[in-house]
């Protein structure tokens, strides 16, 4: 019998496309600062950038989600190992993305 994980694939792909897609308007927005003002980049991007972080901090939300309710699934750890690495780096992945965005300081505080 396969193992049930109740969506968390779909999630995980999801959480994943999302965290990429903050993480490529994020570097959109800071090549675009530089080509329009060189000068300024030191001082910080547009401030539209910071939606990149919204971007990868939902795209993480529904990575732990898909962790979490495969973690449920009955035998998730035994029987569905590269599933649950899988999805356990996807989730690593979203986390450290949204690490650096928050190191670039893009984030909201």
């Known amino acids: 019998e396969p193992v ?3 969506y968390a694939r ?3 792909w999801t959480g994943a496309a999302l965290t ?6 994020a ?5 675009k600062t530089a080509m329009t003002h ?3 980049l030191p001082l910080g991007v547009l401030p539209s950038a910071a939606w990149s972080v919204w971007l990868a901090l939902l795209g993480f939300v529904l ?4 962790v979490y309710r495969a973690i449920q699934s009955s035998g998730f750890g035994r029987r569905a190992i590269g599933t649950s690495i899988g999805l356990a780096l996807t989730c690593a992945a979203a986390l450290y ?5 928050f190191s670039l300081g893009l984030g909201p505080i």
């Open 97 to 101: 993305g949204l690490i650096f965005l």
């Open 27 to 31: 570097v959109w927005q800071i090549l």
């Open 20 to 25: 990429l897609g903050g993480l490529g308007f």
């Open 63 to 66: 990575t732990a989600i898909a």
């Open 38 to 40: 060189p000068m300024a």
């Open 10 to 12: 779909p999630l995980a």
């Open 4 to 6: 049930k994980t109740g």
